[in-house]
């Protein structure tokens, strides 16, 4: 703004016939910064957009993806970017196809094979990636996980990633089980007759993995 104004009045100095034969930068005097801002940590927005299922962050994501790794800053460089760290990260892409990382765009489909090894890689311990799991919505306590109808017995027992759109719903993520160990799961329910009996079932089944 100040390098507009200062062009503008130069331009109309003009008009009265005074020329400006040349401009210099001022220097501020010396100061102090009275206030600052500083955004939250990339991992504590990924934790944000994957409990709550944030469709805008997820794209974002995708794009700082594509820059990352070069390509360009665009739905078709994020999708591209987004495929190459599942390759690199040795997860399948066969029968995957993004039309963006939003989720949101029609024509993206994938397998439970890539949602179950994303899971799989979530939960090697000592990992890059093992953060995402501990970002996931919790049953019973944060997140997406808050809508849905799981037994009160499996509080904090189910980490899950939800999905839902007019002619799909779905959910992955992994679960403690009482008897011990961790158990990974995906699961994929297209065009339901009935949507939300569709995700009733999901619940149920999902809500019954703790005590397998």
Partial sequence: PAADTATEFARQLGEQGITVTSTAEGKAPESKPIA????????????????????????LFGR?????????????????????????????TTGLTMADCSGLST??????????????????????????????????????ALHHTFPSSTNGLIRLKTGTLDTVTSMTGNVSRTKGGVLTFAII????????????????????????
Wanted: glycine share 6%; no cysteine.
């Fill in 107 to 144: 024509g993206t489909q994938l397998t439970v094979e890539t949602l179950m090894q994303t899971q799989s890689k979530y939960a090697q311990t000592g990992t890059a990636v093992a953060p995402a799991s501990e970002a996931l919505a919790v049953s019973g306590l944060s997140g997406t």
């Fill in 36 to 59: 600052s801002v500083s955004s939250a940590k990339l991992s504590e927005i990924m934790s944000f957009m994957l409990k709550n299922s944030n469709n805008t962050e997820a794209e």
């Fill in 64 to 92: 700082l993806t594509a820059i990352k790794t070069g390509q360009d800053n665009s739905p078709e460089g994020a999708t591209k970017a987004v495929k190459s760290i599942l390759e690199a990260h040795g997860i399948t």
């Fill in 189 to 212: 329910i297209n065009n339901p007759a009935n949507m939300w009996s569709a995700i009733q079932a999901l619940d149920h089944l999902v809500g019954q993995l703790p005590e397998l």
